[in-house]
């Protein structure tokens, strides 16, 4: 049985959805594929649901350019759409003196992305804002926030559907073949289906390098590694929330250092930890806490004993393996993936969630190329 649609769109997480919204949005028939029986089961809601300000990323990046573009079309969305979210701000912390030349650079990096004016705080400041901190110094980031990820989802799958969008839920992608006429891709749903569509955007995730490869005719040259990096999170228990704002240490390599954050009913949570990992798995070791200890106690000494229980775990697609510098998304539209109508997207984690309404609009303009 052979279906044909306009645009198939494989991915139900948040990028996936904002990009469905999106060609929906211009006219286009689009069908949603997603292997799970329910939308962002993985990245998408497995995160510190934190709206980033476009602080970190290298300038001239995609990452930076999509968070800080996606960062103000989210906070518009989420007003004209009632979705729960709080623009509360946070504190990059510096414990130590040497990690001020960083927080300098990390400033002007910045400036230069559009990440809005990061005020350096002295101590005194940084501890009148939250008293229980401990820092030598501290920037400011007014523009970061927080949101609910399930309800920012549940936003876009509703303005997608309203524009004719349909998504087929337990519908894995199990191979195809693309080519400069024609992309068809095979599915198993109810009932073994071939799709035959003019355009094609794997927004997979953690698998879309796998499903890349499943894609008879696309250059294998053209599909980069993939690495996963798991993210352990724990929450504050028995103890009142110290903090009022998201506070964050001097960020690291791999990630930006196991954090606070708040979600919106005011559970204080922290992570998340960098554990480099070969296969997806969502358990917490009740043994990482003590990392989460130390790390913590360097600017919030007064963590108690036995105040932190396992929480949650998130897995990072990531295209650098471990000890290699962070690389920035890979968008990859007809020119990169040499076939008409096919898209692929790689590598997108954090700020994903933040950006994904820019890359929506992205990936609408590789398409009209």
Known sequence: MTETVDAVVVGAGVVGLAIARALAREG?????????????????????????????????????????????????????HGVP????????????????????KLRAIAAANGAGDLAWLSAE???????QLACIGALHSPLTGIIDSHSYML????????????????????????????????????????????????SGGLHAQALSRKLDGLNPATVPPAYLAKGNYY????????????????PEQAGLGIHVTLDLAGQMKFGPDVEWVNEIAYDV????????????????????????????????????????????FMVQGPRETGIPGLVNLYGIESPGLTASLAIADHVVELLKC
């Open 28 to 80: 286009r028939e689009v069908i949603v594929l997603e292997a799970a029986d329910a939308i962002g089961t993985e990245t998408s809601s497995r995160n510190s649901e934190v709206i980033h300000a476009g602080i970190y990323y290298p300038s001239g990046s995609l990452k930076a350019k999509f968070c800080v573009e996606g960062r103000d079309k989210l906070y518009r969305f989420c007003a004209e």
């Open 85 to 104: 979210h709080r623009r509360c701000g946070k504190l990059i912390v510096a414990t130590d003196e040497s990690q001020r030349a960083g927080m300098e």
């Open 125 to 131: 400041e940084a501890r009148a804002m939250e008293p």
């Open 155 to 202: 936003a876009l799958q509703g303005d997608a559907e309203e524009r004719g969008a349909m998504i087929a839920f337990l519908s894995p992608v199990i191979g195809g073949h693309v080519g400069h006429n024609s992309i068809e891709i095979e599915v198993v749903g109810a009932e073994p289906m071939r799709i035959r569509c003019k355009t094609l955007v794997n």
């Open 235 to 250: 929450v504050l228990t028995g103890v009142r929330p110290p903090f009022t704002r998201l506070i964050y240490p001097a």
């Open 285 to 328: 070791d009740p043994r990482r806490a003590d990392s989460f200890y130390a790390a913590i106690r360097t600017y919030w000494p007064a963590l108690p004993d036995g105040a932190l229980s396992p929480g949650y775990a998130g897995m990072r697609p990531k295209l650098q393996k471990p000890g290699e510098a962070a690389k920035d």
